[in-house]
């Protein structure tokens, strides 16, 4: 069963923490991305991968970066957290080139206070 | 730019109505068309998809087909239940190479 893994479901964190998120999958894809899900906005892309070393921003990059420094593992870095990070942040995968399915984690939903 | 439209929620129904849920798109290209669901608490997957004009996607009662003319993606099912209740996502692929493009996402609550 493929699977794509995050490494916490709750996070709590205080204000100017720096944050790590993990995914790890074990699909062999190239493409790797993390999005952020807030009510009334769907999903938002922060940044992806599409190899290893290699990322792109995405629509709400700032505040975010991010390492991919073996290809199965995407981390999400919030450099100094604040309040309005606090969401719901999924990892999703995919074969090279975008027009196939992604496949996504559980989903962590962080808290900063 | 290449982007999807769906429907606002939320949705509410009782068990075994009639359910659908509208998406539209503009693209260039032809790109693949998702639906994906997300139970409380959890990630998105994939429901259906579709990856060229006129072909119907259907899983677990769910149906939608790739209406090029219309540039529509509408999700149905027939006869809903109480475990149906989620968020649903319709999505388009990019054929540029970067991340599918997502709708904003509608809630379905269904109940007995």
């Known amino acids: 069963d493929v699977k794509v893994t995050q490494s916490s479901r709750y996070l709590v964190k205080r204000t100017g923490e720096k944050v790590f998120l993990e995914c790890v999958q074990d699909?062999?894809?190239?493409?790797m991305f993390w999005y952020r899900q807030d009510p009334g906005l769907g999903l938002r892309l922060i940044y992806f991968?599409?190899?290893?070393?290699?990322?792109e921003k995405g629509d709400i990059p700032e505040g975010y970066s991010v390492s991919r420094e073996k290809k199965e593992r995407f981390s999400l870095i919030l450099e100094s957290a604040s309040t309005n990070q606090t969401s719901m942040y999924l990892c999703?995968?995919?074969?090279?080139?975008?027009?196939?399915?992604?496949?996504f984690g559980q989903g962590t939903r962080l808290t900063v206070v | 730019g290449n982007s999807v439209t769906q429907m606002e929620g939320p949705v509410t129904l009782s068990e075994e109505a009639f359910l659908t849920i509208n998406c539209t798109y503009t693209?260039?290209?032809?790109?693949?068309l998702f639906w994906y669901v997300q139970y409380p608490g959890e990630g998105l997957q994939l429901l259906l998809k579709?990856?060229?004009?006129?072909d119907k996607g259907s899983n677990k009662g769910f149906e939608a087909t790739y209406r090029k003319e219309t540039t529509s993606f509408h999700l149905e099912k027939g006869s809903v239940q109480v475990s149906d209740s989620a968020v649903y996502f319709c999505?388009?692929?990019?054929?540029?190479?970067?991340?599918?493009?997502f709708g904003k996402g509608t809630t379905l609550s269904v109940s007995s």
């Open positions: 999505a388009l692929g990019n054929q540029a190479g970067t991340a599918l493009i």
């Open positions: 699909m062999d894809h190239e493409n």
């Open positions: 693209a260039t290209g032809y790109p693949s």
């Open positions: 991968s599409y190899d290893v070393k290699m990322k």
């Open positions: 579709a990856t060229k004009a006129d």
């Open positions: 999703a995968s995919t074969l090279a080139g975008a027009d196939t399915e992604a496949f």
